[in-house]
């Protein structure tokens, strides 16, 4: 089976790949950046390894022999399902393998924005680490005894939640019903952004959730908040959280994602103090990938076998 992981995979990621031949598996490596060589190994592919770069109608049409499209994460709106859907062609993906990893990068957002990390980073490699402002001694905060309010309780805010509750915090969630075992308080979204000093976003991105966080919502926290978002950087209007950090009606925001990818210089949200930043690698771990490409080489093996795929979206 020649399968594409269209992603630049490092010297320790390559090695494990390569040991999957024993499984039967031919994998060609194609950096996001490399679009000629991607091109050219997706004509004879029968399965794609998509991580971030959309995998669009026209990407499908240049592979003719293309089977699966296995997504190395949980989100499919990178995918254009219609396209997959007219050509027969299955789509997986893989819930919960990169959610330990983003439960902790979830958690070092909130810690970074409310200890002003980012800012204390820049000042002690500048040689001012004991010359900063005292008026920013207000401005560095803890996570315990606050209210987190997390927007989803999927696989990230159920590894999350007993965190935050053994460092003191008091925690809310927000879904589409009641979940009998969750470890915290439901509350509708409106409610849970007024009560909330922290609120993570934790649902995927689709027409009803996308700029689920406009100016109203913001309006809506408390003064002083801080948004952190680790799912989709669609869920936010990125002008309004720009707008609310910079008048102070927001303390602060970690940001893992945003709504163009990859985000570049010029983006407003990386000149204001009060922002921490990473560029979409809450999930990229060396447990994310011994977990999600097991279950990827499972569902080549049962494809191959015309066996029922694992976690098929369509």
């Not at 075992?181 to 849970?192: F, H, T």
């Given at each position: 089976?020649?399968?594409?992981?269209?992603?630049?995979?490092?010297?320790?990621?390559?090695?494990?790949?390569?040991?999957?031949?024993?499984?039967?598996?031919?994998?060609?490596?194609?950096?996001?950046?490399?679009?000629?060589?991607?091109?050219?190994?997706?004509?004879?592919?029968?399965?794609?390894?998509?991580?971030?770069?959309?995998?669009?109608?026209?990407v499908i049409a240049g592979a003719p022999?293309?089977?699966?499209?296995?997504?190395?994460?949980?989100?499919?709106?990178?995918?254009?399902?219609?396209?997959?859907?007219?050509?027969?062609?299955?789509?997986?993906?893989?819930?919960?393998?990169?959610?330990?990893?983003?439960?902790?990068?979830?958690?070092?957002?909130?810690?970074?924005?409310?200890?002003?990390?980012?800012?204390?980073?820049?000042?002690?490699?500048?040689?001012?680490?004991?010359?900063?402002?005292?008026?920013?001694?207000?401005?560095?905060?803890?996570?315990?005894?606050r209210t987190v309010g997390l927007v989803?309780?999927?696989?990230?805010?159920?590894?999350?939640?007993?965190?935050?509750?053994?460092?003191?915090?008091?925690?809310?969630?927000?879904?589409?019903?009641?979940?009998?075992?969750?470890?915290?308080?439901?509350?509708?979204?409106?409610?849970?952004?007024?009560?909330?000093?922290?609120?993570?976003?934790?649902?995927?991105?689709?027409?009803?959730?996308?700029?689920?966080?406009?100016?109203?919502?913001?309006?809506?926290?408390?003064?002083?908040?801080?948004?952190?978002?680790?799912?989709?950087?669609?869920?936010?209007?990125?002008?309004?959280?720009?707008?609310?950090?910079?008048?102070?009606?927001?303390?602060?925001?970690?940001?893992?994602?945003?709504?163009?990818?990859?985000?570049?210089?010029?983006?407003?949200?990386?000149?204001?103090?009060?922002?921490?930043?990473?560029?979409?690698?809450?999930?990229?771990?060396?447990?994310?990938?011994?977990?999600?490409?097991?279950?990827?080489?499972?569902?080549?093996?049962?494809?191959?076998?015309?066996?029922?795929?694992?976690?098929?979206?369509?």
């Open positions: 089976m020649k399968v594409v992981l269209h992603y630049a995979a490092g010297p320790g990621l390559r090695e494990r790949l390569a040991r999957f031949a024993a499984e039967g598996l031919e994998i060609a490596v194609r950096p996001e950046t490399d679009e000629a060589g991607f091109a050219e190994a997706m004509r004879t592919a029968d399965v794609l390894w998509h991580v971030l770069k959309p995998c669009t109608a026209e022999g293309l089977r699966l499209i296995q997504k190395i994460g949980s989100g499919v709106n990178t995918i254009d399902l219609e396209a997959a859907a007219a050509r027969g062609i299955a789509v997986c993906n893989l819930p919960g393998t990169n959610a330990p990893a983003v439960a902790e990068m979830t958690l070092l957002l909130m810690l970074a924005a409310l200890r002003r990390l980012a800012l204390l980073d820049r000042a002690t490699r500048a040689g001012d680490g004991w010359r900063l402002d005292p008026g920013l001694q207000d401005s560095f905060h803890e996570l315990g005894g989803g309780y999927g696989a990230v805010p159920r590894a999350l939640a007993p965190v935050l509750g053994a460092m003191g915090c008091r925690v809310l969630y927000t879904a589409r019903a009641e979940k009998p075992d969750a470890l915290g308080e439901w509350r509708a979204l409106p409610d849970l952004l007024a009560e909330s000093d922290v609120v993570s976003l934790h649902v995927p991105l689709t027409p009803a959730t996308e700029r689920m966080i406009d100016a109203a919502a913001l309006a809506r926290m408390k003064p002083g908040a801080v948004l952190v978002n680790t799912a989709r950087g669609g869920l936010v209007d990125q002008h309004a959280l720009v707008a609310a950090l910079t008048a102070g009606r927001l303390a602060a925001a970690g940001l893992d994602v945003f709504a163009a990818e990859p985000a570049g210089r010029e983006n407003p949200l990386f000149a204001l103090e009060n922002v921490v930043v990473a560029p979409h690698v809450g999930w990229l771990t060396t447990g994310t990938f011994d977990r999600s490409f097991a279950l990827a080489v499972e569902n080549v093996r049962r494809l191959r076998e015309g066996q029922p795929l694992l976690h098929r979206v369509q």
